[in-house]
């Protein structure tokens, strides 16, 4: 049995429970002894004329199931139980305070509830309901994109595995996962798959954690994958800079801001076994929770680009549906070298299949940050996902944002080439980028909006920056020479909108 195996089958232990055949002997009160008993009581609390579902009987937490009542075999079927201590501080029932770890259904019913960790209920009066998170206004661990705070994330898991993880390479090819237990402000704990993500770095790299691979259906706070980014480029051994992590964010704070559908992003401190990492970006994983937040439908298909072994189509692997996308003939003309040419009429066919307005957005933020490595530069870093509401780009990695700039309508300036973003969209749609352009540096994405930003970075940030042990530092000093860098990018590519 590898490593791998029995990190996992340890993960799960905890959460079953080994029972004796029900008997009953009446009087006896003696929770975990193996008799069952209507009475019996449970880790000192008295349930009254209340029974157990199921009793621990080998040490340790007991679980007794809230419902109070007994299957034939005196057992619960082996899983995770609201209430049951299985795994200590996920949920609590009474209080439908479900810590944002499991149940995406609350039940608004009196009484007991048993909630399973699929958050589904039983049938005894369970209402269920989809539970709502403020991810970017809660203050807290709920507020995961609030960028007002600095959370702390810890990870544990065995020496050994994190230096498996650490050895592992960072060009997207790594496979390996190793169960952790990952807790948000020093609250509970709860198992989780750790495994190295595509970054540079070689103390300090980045991890991507699946909160629903040691337990199916496992959420956190809605959410079933966490990226802790680092901002290195894959294959720089280095552990990244403070002015990195900056321009990174700042890259995803605009294109929020620019009313892109786009991932949110925040600061935020992470340890293993105790040792602090330092700040990483908290970005938002686009997944299918991701899909269904957006767009209200997760049953299309997502594909992803950024030139690793990671890329490629990212849903409907593995249920026979991998070929059949029926959104994309129309796009066989989308990728150079085709042998299907661009449509006469793309003019006014393409919006009926494309969300235009997204890929403009999109385009022109990517312009204005000019990142070298998205679209309108070259053909790189995004997902593309197509569903009954059309094809929509979605942005992805900004970690050469902020470098150079390049002319924001034919990426001239720094070694920029055309892409299908230029060869198929200017002849048609360049006066509605044009505008897009022009309108959103004269609304949101002001000089001042910038500045804001990036003052914003220094109140909430300098703390846990100062505390990298890294790549700390005093936060005002990459802030100061991004702000330099808008000096003279803004007024650049506003002189080439006016020229344009």
């Known amino acids: 049995m590898d490593s791998l195996t029995v990190s996992r089958l340890a993960a799960f232990l905890p959460l079953f429970v080994a029972c004796q055949p029900a008997t009953t002997i009446g009087g006896d009160t003696t929770c975990g002894d193996g008799v069952r008993d209507p009475t019996e009581m449970c880790d000192g609390n008295d349930l009254g004329a209340a029974t157990c579902a199921s009793i621990g009987n080998g040490g340790g937490a007991l679980a007794c199931r809230r419902d109070c009542t007994l299957d034939v075999t005196g057992c619960v079927a082996a899983g995770v139980v609201c209430g049951d201590d299985v795994v200590a501080g996920l949920e609590q029932c009474d209080g439908a305070d479900l810590r944002g770890h499991s149940c995406q259904s609350l039940s608004l019913g009196a009484g007991d509830l048993a909630c399973t960790v699929d958050c589904s209920f039983d049938v005894t009066g369970c209402a269920s309901q989809t539970a709502t998170y403020d991810l970017s206004g809660a203050a807290g661990c709920e507020g995961v994109y609030n960028p007002d705070q600095v959370l702390d994330y810890a990870l544990t898991m065995s020496p050994a595995e994190w230096s498996a993880v650490l050895a592992e390479p960072g060009d997207g090819s790594s496979t390996l996962i190793v169960v952790a237990q990952l807790s948000c402000g020093g609250g509970p704990s709860i198992p989780v798959g750790v495994h190295r993500k595509r970054s540079g770095g070689t103390h300090k790299i980045g991890l991507k954690i699946d909160v629903n ?197 034919t990426g001239a300036g720094v070694g920029g080439r055309t892409t299908m973003y230029t060869d198929v969209l200017f002849p048609t749609f360049e006066a509605d980028y044009d505008e897009l352009l022009t309108t959103l540096m004269a609304v949101p994405l002001t000089r001042a909006a910038i500045d804001t930003e990036l003052a914003r970075v220094v109140t909430v940030a300098s703390v846990a920056m100062a505390a990298d042990p890294y790549v700390g530092g005093d936060a005002a000093t990459p802030v100061a020479a991004i702000s330099s860098w808008w000096d003279e990018q803004y007024p650049a590519v506003a002189a080439s909108v006016a020229a344009h």
């Open 213 to 409: 691979y040691a337990v199916d259906g496992l959420t956190s706070y809605g959410l079933k994958n966490l990226i802790f980014d680092n901002s290195v480029a894959s294959g720089d051994a280095s552990d990244g800079s403070l002015d990195l992590l900056v321009r990174e964010y700042l890259g995803w704070r605009m294109l929020g801001l620019a009313g892109a559908v786009a991932s949110r992003a925040v600061f935020a401190n992470l340890s293993v076994n105790n040792a602090g990492l330092g700040v990483f970006l908290n970005v938002e994983a686009v997944d299918k929770v991701f899909l269904h937040d957006r767009f209200a439908d997760a049953s299309g298909w997502l594909h992803k680009l950024s030139g690793g072994p990671g890329d490629g189509l990212k849903t409907h692997e593995s249920d026979g549906l991998a070929d059949q996308n029926p959104y994309e003939d129309y796009f066989c003309f989308w990728t150079k070298g085709q042998a299907c040419p661009v449509p006469t009429d793309v003019g006014t066919t393409l919006p009926e299949h494309l969300q235009l307005d997204q890929l403009l957005r999109v385009g022109a933020v990517n312009a204005l940050i000019a990142n070298t490595d998205g679209l309108i530069f070259k053909d790189n870093n995004y997902y593309h996902y197509d569903y009954a509401g059309g094809r929509v780009y979605l942005p992805w990695d900004l970690d050469t944002a902020m470098n150079a700039g390049f002319d924001p309508f």
